[in-house]
């Protein structure tokens, strides 16, 4: 180093200036709890607010659709009539016309058994949930002689009991995705 450049080191760090002192402090006077300032390099901010927006819009499809919205990994419809609660509703059938399962959950939150009976345009079934129990409709076979639409298409579905109705819009799905091939009626 040359005695100009001594020169304005020595000033910097005998300045009186406490910012100049943080950044230029002798290498005998620091030790290892001695913290350096940092400033980015001029025309870098836009970066940092970059990855900012970024990372936020990012975390956004994470958040949920709200009550309504409590399983979407679920692909079926998910009401409540009353105490009773109808979880991923949906149907799977091979062909337009032809006969349609139902799946899904039904929860029933009393310690009353619920008659549901559930339908389309054309025909009924009617299940009973017990008190404080459910049904999987994956376990138990509930068929419909028709979906109403072909499969890729969603169809109306209407939920009856003694506390009301209510409409579910129900994907048609079919067994072309390996879960629902199993349930494919016969």
């Given at each position: ?11 910097l ?58 399983n ?17 509703v ?13 799946l ?45 639409d ?8 209407t ?28």
């Open positions: 180093m040359t005695t100009s450049h001594q020169h304005l080191h020595t000033d760090r005998t300045s009186p200036d406490p910012a100049k002192e943080t950044f230029m402090l002798p290498r005998r006077q620091q030790s290892s709890t001695t913290y350096r300032h940092h400033q980015p390099p001029a025309g870098r901010p836009g970066v940092s607010a970059a990855i900012l927006v970024a990372g936020l819009i990012a975390l956004t499809g994470c958040a949920t659709g709200g009550e309504d919205n409590w979407s990994t679920a692909v079926g419809d998910d009401k409540s009539v009353g105490a009773l609660d109808l979880r991923s949906l149907l799977v059938a091979a062909e337009d016309g032809g006969p349609a399962r139902l899904g959950t039904l929860e029933n939150n009393t310690d009353q058994p619920i008659e549901v009976t559930i339908s389309d345009e054309d025909e009924e079934t009617t299940l009973t949930v017990p008190g404080d129990g459910s049904i999987g409709l994956d376990t138990d076979e509930t068929l419909l002689q028709s979906a109403g072909a499969p890729g298409a969603r169809t109306t579905l939920a009856t009991t003694d506390e009301g109705d209510v409409e579910l819009l129900v994907p048609v799905v079919d067994g072309t995705l390996d879960p629902y091939e199993p349930y494919l009626p016969e």
